[in-house]
Structures are given as C-alpha cells and as structure tokens.
C-alpha cells in the first residue's frame, strides 16, 4: 500500500489530541493523539477493552470525551453549536456500525435506506433519488430488483453492504468504521474487505477504522495505531507495524495471528 501523496503538502483532514474518556475510575481510552490527512486510512487495532469502540464513538460524536480536542477541517468539533454538530455527522462524516440493524432502518426498503440520506441533505426529486439509490445498490452489488425489499429479508453481509451504500451515498468525507467485517462467515468477509477496498480507492475515501482482525488493517489501511488498555502504545505505516512491530503488544498481536 502506498503513502498517501498529498499527505506532505495537505492540512490534516482530522486532528485529535490528548483525547480521553474514563467511565468513573475506569479508563476507556486516555491521551490519543493523531492526525488523519485527507485520503488516508487510519486503521486502529488491539484487543478486546483495549478503547477502540470508546475511541471511535468519541471521535464521531457518539459520546463526549473528558477532556481533548477534535478538529475536522480546522473546525473544533467539540465546541460546535448542537444543530451544526448533527449538519457533520448527517453530511460530512458517516458511520458504519459493526451490526448492520444499528445503522438501517429495518423496516424501510433497501431504496428507503439510501434515498432518506439524500432528502436528509436536501434531495427532493423522486425519480433522481430512486436512480442514485438504484446506482449505489449496484455499487455494492446488490441488484436492482431488491430496491422495496426491506433488510430484514436481506443476508447479513448483504445487510452489511446496504449500511455502507446508505452511508457514502451523501459523498461524506470522512467515514468511521466499527469492525465493519465482523459477525460475518470468512468467505462474506472476503468479498465485503474486496467491495471496501475498491470504494475506498475510487472514492478516495479518508477512514478510521477499528478492527481486532488484523487481517482487515493489512488490506485497508495506510496507517496503524496500536492500543493497549486505553492508550497508543505503537503507530506506523501499516506494513512496518505488522512486519517489524516494535512494542512487546503488538509483536503478541502479531504473533498470535500467525499462530491461528
Ligand atoms: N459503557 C461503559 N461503561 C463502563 N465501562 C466501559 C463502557 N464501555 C467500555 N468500558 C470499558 O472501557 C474499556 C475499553 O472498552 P472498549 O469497548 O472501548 O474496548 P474495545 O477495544 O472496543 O473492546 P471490544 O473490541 O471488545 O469492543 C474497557 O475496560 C471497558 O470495560
């Protein structure tokens, strides 16, 4: 995988620093620092209750952190006024969820799902929003003729696909992901990791996205980060970190996966 090549001349895409959050005495991620640049992918791995979900949710406005900054773009999301805050999260930034019910709405049509994103941001012509709808189902390969059927009669990794059509299709220019490829059969898996990596690529897509399965990172992102009870204990380009990790963890990591 190549380094991004605007990442020399370009202004980060997301800064974040000193960012934590504890639930009572207990740390759910403390003092992470980064930066995205634009068209890059941050992958973030470690094992269970390592702060990778509270991490993520932090980061996409999911929950508040204690204490650190979030800038997007030169905007310090934190200290955005409410109403401006959702107008990011409904366009500039999506999110897909490890289980696709949390982020369809079950009991809309598969068109539904994609074209209520659109009208969110303004889209009022039907017959336009029913063609792009159309046009992202076959982007992820789902065909045509199960634009009104609901998800619910959909597979899971069909599922899985629908939530990220319903979520790029507003062009969004940063996209969290929570173990996107996870409760999925390995042969699913496969083809899903495939669909996302060439949307990525075409899109130029910027994404944080948090996964145990290394597997995952190493076909998707540029970058690494490496958590261990809360905190960033390694970061690198992805295959430095997973070919010569230099913290005890991630060599664990690395090595448990090669074990399977
Ligand atoms: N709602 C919560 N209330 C209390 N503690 C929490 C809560 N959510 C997470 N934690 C704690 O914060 C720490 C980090 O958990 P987190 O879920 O972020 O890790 P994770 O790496 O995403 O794990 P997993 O892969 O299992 O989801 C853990 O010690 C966990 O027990």
Known sequence: MTLMPNAITA???LSVRGLTRRYGARIGCADV???LYPGEVLGIVGESGSGKSTLLSCLA?????????ILFDGTDVLTLPEAERRRLL????AYVHQNPRD???????????????????????????????????????????????????FSGGMQQRLQIARNLVTGPRLVFMDEPTGGLDVSVQARLLDLLRGLVRDLGLSVVIVTHDLAVVRLLADRLMVMKSGRVVETGLT?????????????LLVSSVLQV
């Open 103 to 153: 982020g369809l709405r079950m009991g809309v049509s598969a068109g539904g799902n994609v074209g209520e994103r659109l009208m969110a941001v303004g889209a009022r012509n039907y017959g336009a929003i029913r063609a792009t709808a159309t046009d992202w189902l076959g982007r992820v390969e789902i065909a045509a003729d199960r634009i009104d059927d609901r998800p619910s009669a």
């Open 90 to 93: 409904r366009g500039d930034w």
């Open 33 to 35: 620092s980064f930066d």
């Open 61 to 69: 406005g999911l929950q508040p952190p204690d204490q650190g900054q």
């Open 239 to 251: 295959d430095q970190v997973l070919d010569d990790p230099q913290h005890a963890y991630t060599q």
């Open 11 to 13: 202004a980060p895409l």
